[in-house]
């Protein structure tokens, strides 16, 4: 596993890193703990040195999770965690929060479950638009200050939120969603990113599991998955959307190598400050998703993917209603 740096900032991490969210959230019932644990250090055997958490996880349960699993090299990877998000006491998001005194309380909290002393990578998990971004990044400022946190990031935030944050303190990483199956970063997010020097992290660089050729138009999602509600992902869309996933199969059968590979080798071939951070509950998916890193693009091959997944029109919205109102442009 090579590594790579995000943007123009110190911090290295391993070229695929592991998103930890579905080890607890989002994809059905969580994982026993001792399998979470697990499939985290298999990915660190694998190479992977970076891991993507959030106290909304759960809630608290993936930090919790995360913590203990990379405890015994914990000096050797890079952990990222999220702050921004109200939460009730069920445990449910309930809104946003990023007031300061709010983003320095989330922070403390984190470092404790996460059994650290510092957080390598903070991100704000929403824009609040009730909080001026200068006020976040300066909390967040802080925090740096403090020797709590080392590196600040934003999450699915638009370019002038993004300008106005890296003013007050540097943004080593934006973490949003990107993989062929949602492209628009490319308009007005990357050439910013590139432009001031901020790494990327894409989430769902498999396109919450589409990618890989495994979900159907008649797969039943369990009870709890979040992809029940995502337009993109009803029944009917994905009828439709399965002839991207059919472009992308046929490409990846000519390199010997499988959809999901493919996708990721297609993320990684973009940028050299890109990071996509796939997850899976699986040891098998992992190293499926790591052999990606043994894909080699060339740019004709890029170019060619890109166009002829470009010639299909992708149906539905990435998130519902409520969710959707919560991404900044």
């Not at 638009?158 to 944050?165: N, S």
């Amino acid at each position: 596993m090579q590594k790579r740096k995000l943007g123009k900032s110190s911090l290295e991490v391993s070229e695929i890193g592991f998103g930890c969210m579905g080890l607890s959230f989002g994809f059905g019932p969580a994982v026993e703990k001792q399998q979470g644990i697990s499939i985290i250090r298999a990915a660190y055997e694998r190479g992977v040195t970076f891991f993507d958490t959030a106290e909304i996880y759960g809630a608290y349960t993936n930090e919790e999770l995360v913590g203990e699993a990379v405890a015994p090299f914990r000096k050797n990877v890079v952990i990222a965690t999220k702050f921004g998000f109200k939460i009730d006491a069920a445990g449910k998001q309930a809104g946003l929060d990023s007031r300061p005194e709010h983003i320095k309380e989330v922070a403390d909290a984190s470092l404790k479950r996460l059994k650290t002393d510092v957080i390598d990578l903070l991100y704000q998990h929403r824009v609040d638009p009730n909080v001026p971004i200068e006020d976040v990044a300066g909390a967040v400022k802080d925090l740096i200050k403090a020797g709590k946190v080392k590196h600040f990031g934003l999450s699915e935030a638009g370019v002038q939120v993004i300008r106005r944050a890296h003013v007050v303190q540097p943004v080593t990483a934006l973490q949003s969603e990107y993989s062929l199956f949602w492209r628009e970063p490319e308009e007005q997010i990357l050439p910013t990113l590139e432009e001031l020097g901020i790494g990327f992290v894409p989430f769902s660089p498999l396109g919450k599991g589409f990618l890989t050729g495994s979900i159907k138009a008649d797969t039943k999602f369990s009870d709890g998955d979040f992809r029940n509600v995502v337009p993109r992902l009803s029944r009917e869309n994905r009828e439709t959307n399965q002839a991207l996933v059919d472009v992308l199969t046929e490409f990846a059968q000519k390199k010997k190598a499988t959809p999901a590979q493919v996708a990721i080798a297609w993320i990684l071939a973009q940028k050299p400050w890109i990071v996509p951070i796939p997850g899976t509950t699986k040891l098998h998916r992992l190293e499926e998703n790591l052999g990606a890193a043994n894909v080699t693009l060339s740019p004709s091959e890029v170019k060619q993917l890109t166009e002829l997944t470009s010639t299909v029109e992708v149906k539905g919205e990435r998130y519902p209603e409520a969710a959707q109102r919560m991404i900044n442009r």
